[in-house]
């Protein structure tokens, strides 16, 4: 390719943007662990701003206690909820 000339489609190279988010990881020895008092996660807002500043990927940890639907299912209403908006 010559100096200056663009790379063919089928030769760019694509990179993401990406930003690091916290909220469902926090707190860990809180079991069960309730929802916006113990931890949080971003509103669709937030991540709404970090799109409009060009982030395409994040990336949200979360404990995996708090992911999971159990039999007790009024410690989980509000993680569901949050996930499905």
């Known amino acids: 390719m010559a100096c ?6 089928e030769n760019r190279l694509y990179f993401s943007r990406g930003i690091n988010l916290s909220g469902g990881e926090l707190n860990p020895g ?3 662990a309730i929802y916006g008092k113990d931890y949080i996660y971003p509103t669709p807002e937030e991540l709404d701003y970090y799109a409009s500043k060009g982030f395409t990927v994040v990336r949200l940890p979360y404990r995996w206690e708090r992911s999971r639907r159990c039999s007790e299912a009024s410690t ?3 993680l569901v909820a949050s996930r499905e908006s």
């Open 4 to 9: 200056g000339q663009s790379p063919s489609p």
């Open 30 to 32: 809180r079991t069960p």
């Open 76 to 78: 989980m209403p509000s």
